[in-house]
């Protein structure tokens, strides 16, 4: 019970991958702007960053535009920004978490980690739940479809 | 209306997860359990009575006592979520990667 306070493991993402791409170049893909619109948010979605000031405090606004042409406006505080080594942002508002992405040089290929760290574990479980949700009804749709083409 | 239950709800909570942790390490009774905590008995009973709901705890009668043990199975299920909102993360630094492949090819074909 003393441990809850203490561990993080209950409320904590991290996902690491080795990029095959020299560090400035996957730092600038990081910190510019028209490059993260290419990349950032799910399949199917285009992005606009109306705000990208990149010290600590600064702000970093992205709208997400879905296929169904709903927005989704996400709006962090850069909270640690070292130059090809550390990116850390807050996202301040519902479901909160605070990020911290690193980057280090490995033989002209780049080892990126990504860490999220959600506010509490309740934050993290109903993030959680709310994304089985949408999966559950795109793999009802799945579902269905099998079922129909086994059907002919 | 009968309000579903489900382990997400079950695990929402800071005083649940807490017996749970206590009676996964030894089954307890409902007086046991409710020694530890700043709680009414009564408030305890309430926790233990929506962790039975949830089928995280199994009630066992013992004499006069009723004992809680716990039965974790059904936590698998949440592990199983979290992989696939995991999945969700893990695609975004596949996109990444796709774009820095594509940059390359277009910078070393200029």
Partial sequence: MENESISTKNRELRLTRMLNAPIDLVWEVWTKPEHIAQWWGPNGFSNTITKMDMVPGGEWELTMHGPDGTDFLNKSIFREVVPFKKIVYEHPSYPNFIATITFQEQGGQTHLTWHMLFESEEVFINIVKTFKADEGQKQNVDKLETYLAAMK | MIARRDVYQAIAD?????????????????????ENFDMTRQAISL???????????????RGRDRICEARLDQLSEV??????????????????????EKLKKERHGK
Avoid at chain 2, 17 to 30: G, K, L, S
Avoid at chain 2, 47 to 59: E, F, P, S
Wanted: hydrophobic share 45%.
């Fill in chain 2, 14 to 34: 800071p005083t649940r997860r807490a017996i749970i942790n206590m009676i996964a390490a030894e089954p307890h009774n409902v007086n046991a359990i409710a």
């Fill in chain 2, 47 to 61: 926790h233990v009575k929506i962790l039975t709901d949830c089928g995280l705890i199994a009630i066992k009668q």
């Fill in chain 2, 79 to 100: 592990s199983a979520f979290v992989d696939q909102y995991r999945q969700h993360w893990e695609s975004k630094l596949d996109s990444l990667e796709t774009y820095l």
